[in-house]
């Protein structure tokens, strides 16, 4: 479904992020972006998404293809209706609208009719029971862990068949991460949805996904299936803290 080749991202003209990542996510798969903060993970997805170039960023170098379709110059908005979402880091929510008013939102780039927005509210709603009840409160004062659902919930609301989503786990409790993570894998699994997650929480990233990549200062430094990964002794070492 989607395949990164070589690609470089520089800030500014200068400061170079990423450089020589090359990565792939196949059809109905969950794959793990891993590494510390400041890998590039973020810079990654950016470039994916289409959003790298409003940063102050530019893919330099390699290519992007996604449904084997070239997508590197392709606007962030034309992305989202060809099937890539992307849930940035830190649970971005409109904090004045309400939950149901976020999800919307959602929603408006298909340009759906009175029934299919409502078809696709319950659909979220059935995946995220709690933002059926939080659904006339203002997102702003939903907790963390239901404003992750809510960006969450959100991007699906776009019908996207590749999700790109930035540390989920981020700020959140362990029982919150946990849920979240299941919430994904259903949806993997009954759905088909493929996801690219990005991720400092290595033990539960790789709990859940297929496969896995691990960045350090923007080169990707290890790869595998999410097995082979959890039995590296320098993953354990670097980042699980485990000595063989």
């Keep these: 479904m989607l395949r990164v080749n070589d690609i470089e991202v520089i800030y500014d003209g200068a400061i170079l992020a990423v450089s020589g990542v090359s990565l792939a996510v ?10 510390a903060n400041g890998a590039g993970k973020s810079t990654t997805l950016k470039a994916i998404s289409g959003l790298v170039r409003a940063g102050r960023a530019a893919l330099s170098r390699g290519s992007i293809h996604f449904k084997g379709q070239p997508s590197t110059d392709t606007s962030a908005n034309l992305l989202v209706q060809q099937g890539i979402v992307h849930v940035l880091e830190g649970r971005h929510v409109f904090p004045h609208l309400t939950v149901e008013e976020n999800l919307i939102s959602g929603g408006f780039v298909r340009r759906p009719g009175r029934q299919a927005l409502q078809t696709g509210l319950e659909r979220i709603y059935a995946w995220f029971p709690r933002l059926k009840e939080k659904r ?93 990964l959890l039995q590296d002794s320098a993953l354990q070492d670097a980042y699980l803290g485990k000595r063989q």
Excluded at 195 to 209: R, S, Y
């Design 136 to 228: 006339k409160v203002q997102a702003g004062y939903t907790s963390g862990g239901e404003q992750q659902m809510v960006a969450i919930g959100r991007a699906l609301m776009t019908n996207p068949s590749l999700v790109l989503l930035d540390e989920p786990s981020m700020g959140l409790a362990p029982l919150i991460v946990q849920e979240i993570f299941d919430i994904v894998s259903q949806l993997n699994a009954s759905e088909n949805v493929s996801f690219l997650i990005a991720e400092q929480n290595i033990p539960v990233a790789l709990k859940h996904a297929h496969y896995g990549y691990v960045l350090e200062t923007g080169k990707v430094v290890l790869s595998g299936s999410a097995e082979q």
């Design 26 to 35: 196949p059809q109905g798969s969950i794959v793990a972006l891993l590494g």
